[in-house]
């Protein structure tokens, strides 16, 4: 019989999550609620089987976080769930070979391995064009230099993925990813980032001082990197994340329903029914950006007006609790802030796809 994962993401958020009236102040996830959702498989879902996973489609992942995070109403913790099978899955599963795959996959889905993903560098973000950190030949192995930051769950991460520059071919920058694990010689943990958002998720920085990795630690082809893992991320990340941004648009719903009460009535109930239509018109396109498939150009176009539907979404949100006079719990103050940061995160990205689209008409 077929697990309904939705069903018990949510039944899990509610026993364990929702119980934690402080989890928006949280620097980070307690560890008895990880190793309860690696008891409960959660952390398996995105792992193949031979590995010890449970694997799920895309679309049921979404529908499980959307669930788990209503239920919690903290859209971190869910970012934190998505972020664990979007390295289990996009990173080590998609670019490992059978060693690697053997080695991390099963650590990853029982939960006793957790991944970060080190691409941005301070004061020049994710951009290949100024990214400096360095991977030179050492023997068989690389020793890489240089500094990282906003590596989200840094702090709790046993293996982290980090892009570094292999060589140069005709004055372009080649990239290739290396696993480094956690206490290797040379590596640093720093602050990187003053993230106060999106809590209990956790960020840090590394600094890289002459890191010693072998052979095997090379992830996928040599100076392919920014190809398969730099440039492809954000959109896949962006797809794999709606279901913490839907169920945090749920829960919002849900906490104005409770606080306004009989103040929904008239143009205020149909401002929320709009914004309930809203919602439920994401979730028809991320239906056809899924369809469209990870990486596609129309999913690209589809995730680009999602951005913008959400955005405004989140808007009027806003304005309707602030005409209503309704005062949020703490908590539910911290969703909406989530929500709200959300909207502004890779916004540089978004507005340059945006400013190729008006070019191009």
């Known amino acids: 019989m ?9 039944a899990f958020a509610e026993q364990y999550l929702a119980p934690l009236a402080d989890i928006h102040t949280l620097d980070a996830l307690p560890d008895s609620i990880w190793q309860a959702m690696a008891d409960e498989g ?3 879902l995105s792992a193949p089987e031979e590995f010890g996973g449970t694997p799920i489609d895309p679309a049921t992942q979404i529908a499980a976080v959307e669930g788990f995070v209503r239920a919690a109403r903290n859209v971190g913790v869910g970012s934190i769930w998505q972020g664990h099978l979007h390295n289990a899955g996009f990173v080590i599963n998609r670019l490992g070979n059978d060693a690697q795959r053997r080695r991390h996959l099963p650590a990853l889905a029982r939960g006793e391995a957790r991944m970060a993903v080190s691409i941005s560098e301070p004061k020049v973000g994710a951009h290949p064009k100024h990214l400096t950190t360095r991977a030179e030949r050492d023997g068989d192995g690389w020793r890489i230099t240089g500094e990282k930051s906003y590596l989200t769950q840094g702090p709790q991460a046993t293996l982290i993925a980090v892009l570094a520059i292999t060589g140069i071919e005709n004055g372009v920058k080649r990239y290739s990813i290396f696993l480094v694990p956690r206490g290797a010689d040379g590596l640093e943990y720093v602050p990187g980032g003053n993230v106060d958002y999106l809590k209990p998720s956790s960020h840090c920085g590394l600094k890289l001082n002459g890191v010693y990795v072998g052979p095997e630690a090379l992830l996928g082809p040599l ?8 440039k492809p991320m954000r959109d896949h ?5 709606l279901g913490a941004r839907f169920g945090g648009f749920a829960a919002e719903f849900d906490v104005l329903k409770e606080q306004a009460g009989a103040a929904l009535t008239g143009d205020a109930a149909i401002r929320f029914g709009a914004l309930v239509a809203g919602l439920n018109g994401l979730k028809t396109l ?5 369809a469209a498939g990870p990486g596609s150009a129309g999913a690209e176009l589809l995730l680009l007006d999602i951005r913008n539907r959400s955005t405004a979404l989140q808007a009027d949100y806003g304005a309707l609790v602030a005409d209503l006079g309704v005062q949020l719990p703490p908590r539910e103050a911290s969703l909406k802030r989530d929500l709200d940061k959300l909207g502004n995160l890779a916004a540089y990205v978004q507005r340059i796809k945006l400013e190729r689209l008006a070019a191009g008409w």
């Open 2 to 10: 077929t697990a309904d994962w939705p069903a018990r993401a949510k």
């Open 42 to 44: 959660l952390l398996a």
């Open 223 to 230: 100076g392919e990197g920014y190809d398969l893992l730099g």
């Open 237 to 241: 990340e962006d797809l794999a994340n």
């Open 286 to 290: 991320a239906a056809a950006a899924l």
